[in-house]
């Protein structure tokens, strides 16, 4: 604007020197006189005359802007002194810094290029939603946090959100679509509707994992119907002329066929795979960290085994002596090793003074889990194992095992006399489990007669080792390793000689299996108190409603105490009728204490009763629940109450013994009973 002013002043100057005196008179007097000469009057040059002796100053943006058709305010403005001037000026986009900073360097003038400062400010825009969306993404986890109260379930809501903005940006790229502002606003809300309709689906996935009742079709009708509403709104612009709006109807339709497809179809599909299937199979549901620290300590077992069975088996393949108790040792600190990969698993050793292996015996243990073997191995490790075929032939530790000479008892003991004689000529004891095969529970189940046929045949003592904690840290059919304790007690050598145990291998089998199941029952009254089966409860129940879940922990809290008392006046074996009004949570206690316990629970609360129905315990353990009692199909030999004010009269047959729980007032009037036992939570009546 400087520029131009200095301009106008110098046309002013150059029209004053040209313009003197004398040519303005000559001008004028040469016009009036050839005027007169065609006709025209003298006054016709008058205005000619004004303009040429008027007195000229530069324009102001003022007198411009009287001119309406340049539009002057357009493109020029000022304000306190400051003239802004818009231009369009086409410059390659590589020069264009190199020219702003020419026009700063060589004018008076501050240049802004329009374009960038556009470019900046919805960069600028972009950057502050993306924020709002990363702070309204965090704000809907905490709520599903808060909401759910777990963070399995959080990362399964969470799960369809993300995986429908991942598939929905995956489609766009493939579309050729570039997301704008507004296309990102249809994206938020897209995905504030999938969140919506994630959380719907966890209820209804929750409610039937704790009830059974399949609520999926209604919660997915109600997801259909509300993307079918969403659709017509905004994806009736698709028809819509105007690019913009076109490409903002064609990202709601992607996002929104995503989302009902995520929602419908793979989400149920991972929630049953994870959670529900588990428990239809008799599965503890199981944690994120669970899962993780089974997963490594079963890649550290495979790798080290695959590791030790192709180098070791070449070393002690003909090695003797010394060389060969070292392999050993090494190969039995490895399999410790394996143990201790999880912390959240205790490992005790219970030494026996009086044991030392170093005469060769046949060690019986009892066999509940496949951990048996790694923990057999902090007991000695100058032992030969009789191993199963899948043991024998294993591709991870096949190479190693025969190596070693552990026997396949499949090929029949009589069969292997001769090889097994000669391990024990050097001195190695041999591992038997007399079981057999591993069992679900915790009860120790009949021996078979092979242990103590060798024992007899090499004149070998019997050395018991009791294995406890197994059953519940790995079992049976599980491949997740649990949180709990294993611990190893070495027990008392049983001498050959030792009559007391019978005469022969038949007799001192039946004998010696009804000395361990002593023994084993002793040490689980040590190491089980009140809270032992306490995580078991708990996992029993995860993933189930708030409110349950709530109760549960409560109760057990409160009551904990009372129950494991209770254990003690009922018998291991008899078969109870429980009535109660909980969530099956004390007939889970009482079946996990005691596997071979036969339950008959009667639930008053219908919707209580199924919720118990639906517990992965029911599956392993004695329980059945009924809907009447006349579904009992065998003899009670304890009727347990547990429920608020249950008439006896109900029951046509009353048991030899009643016990009541948590009754504290209640007292039973019936002349055929008598007070056996009586506490403040526990009265037990005996028929007379």
Not at 2 to 25: E, R
Not at 279 to 295: D, E
Not at 325 to 344: C, E, G, Q, R, W
Request: hydrophobic letters at 40%.
């Amino acid at each position: 604007m400087f520029s131009l002013k200095k301009i106008s002043k110098k046309k002013i100057a150059d029209w004053k020197n040209f313009w003197d005196t004398h040519k303005k008179n000559q001008t004028i007097s040469e016009l009036i006189k050839n005027g007169n000469q065609f006709g025209f009057n003298s006054s016709a040059f008058d205005q000619f005359n004004e303009n040429l002796n008027k007195s000229y100053s530069t324009l102001t943006l003022k007198d411009y802007e009287k001119v309406k058709a340049l539009q002057t305010s357009e493109f020029l403005s000022n304000e306190n002194g400051f003239y802004t001037v818009s231009n369009v000026v086409k410059v390659d986009d590589k020069k264009r810094d190199a020219f702003i900073k020419d026009v700063e360097k060589n004018h008076d003038a501050l240049a802004i290029d329009r374009q960038q400062m556009n470019e900046n400010f919805l960069g600028l825009l972009k950057r502050d939603f993306n924020t709002l969306i990363n702070y309204s993404l965090l704000a809907i986890i905490l709520t599903i946090i808060v909401f759910f109260r777990n963070f399995e379930l959080t990362v399964l809501t969470m799960f369809p959100i993300v995986l429908t903005g991942v598939v929905t940006a995956g489609i766009l790229y493939f579309l050729g679509l570039e997301l704008n502002i507004f296309s990102t606003v249809v994206c938020t809300l897209v995905f504030g509707v999938g969140d919506d309709f994630s959380i719907f689906l966890t209820q209804a996935m929750q409610k039937e994992h704790t009830t059974g009742k399949n609520e999926l079709p209604t919660y997915r009708t109600s997801i259909i119907l509300a993307v079918f509403t969403t659709v017509l709104s905004i994806g009736s612009l698709i028809f819509a002329k105007h690019p913009a709006l076109h490409s903002l109807a064609l990202v709601a339709l992607i996002g929104m066929f995503s989302v009902i497809i995520i929602t419908s179809t793979l989400y149920p599909f991972w929630f049953r795979l994870l959670i529900t299937n588990r428990a239809k199979k008799g599965l503890s549901p199981i944690t994120f960290r669970l899962f993780v620290n089974s997963v490594l300590s079963f890649l550290y077992y495979g790798l080290g085994g695959l590791i030790f069975s192709i180098f070791g088996s070449i070393f002690a393949k003909n090695s003797k002596g010394k060389t060969l108790d070292l392999i050993k040792l090494i190969m039995a600190k490895f399999l410790i090793s394996v143990l201790h990969t999880n912390p959240f698993v205790k490992k005790r050793l219970i030494k026996n003074p009086n044991e030392d292996f170093s005469k060769p015996a046949v060690i019986i243990a009892n066999h509940t889990s496949f951990l048996d073997t790694l923990a057999l191995a902090m007991a000695n490790h100058k032992i030969i194992y009789l191993v199963n075929d899948w043991v024998y032939n294993s591709p991870i530790f096949g190479r190693m095992v025969r190596a070693l000479g552990f026997y396949p008892v499949s090929q029949g003991i009589e069969n292997g006399l001769d090889q097994l004689k000669e391990k024990v000529a050097q001195r190695y004891s041999l591992v038997v489990f007399p079981e057999a095969e591993r069992s679900y529970t915790n009860d120790v189940k009949r021996f078979h007669k092979g242990a103590f046929y060798i024992a007899e045949e090499f004149g070998l003592d019997v050395v018991p080792v009791y294995i406890h904690g197994n059953s519940e840290v790995l079992p049976k059919g599980d491949f997740i390793i649990y949180d709990g304790a294993i611990t190893v007690k070495i027990g008392e050598r049983i001498h050959k000689d030792d009559l007391n145990f019978g005469k022969t291998y038949s007799e001192r089998t039946k004998k010696i299996n009804s000395y361990f199941r002593e023994e084993f029952s002793k040490l689980r009254n040590e190491l089980e108190d009140e809270n032992y089966f306490k995580k078991k409860l708990f996992l029993s129940f995860l993933y189930k409603d708030t409110e349950v879940v709530k109760e549960i922990k409560n109760d057990f809290n409160k009551n904990k105490s009372v129950y494991f008392e209770l254990n003690k006046h009922l018998p291991k074996d008899g078969n109870i009728l429980h009535i109660a009004n909980d969530y099956g949570q004390k007939d889970i206690l009482l079946t996990l204490q005691q596997a071979s316990r036969r339950i008959f629970g009667f639930i008053v609360d219908p919707e209580k009763r199924e919720v118990a129905k639906h517990s992965y315990i029911v599956k392993q353990r004695k329980i059945k629940y009924i809907n009447d009692f006349s579904e009992i199909n065998k003899e009670i030999d304890t009727v347990l109450i547990s429920a608020d004010s249950f008439d006896l009269r109900h029951l046509k047959e009353l048991p030899k013994k009643i016990i009541f729980i948590c009754e504290e007032n209640f007292s039973l009037e019936h002349e055929n009973y008598t007070l056996e036992f009586g506490s403040a939570s526990i009265k037990i009546y005996r028929h007379t």
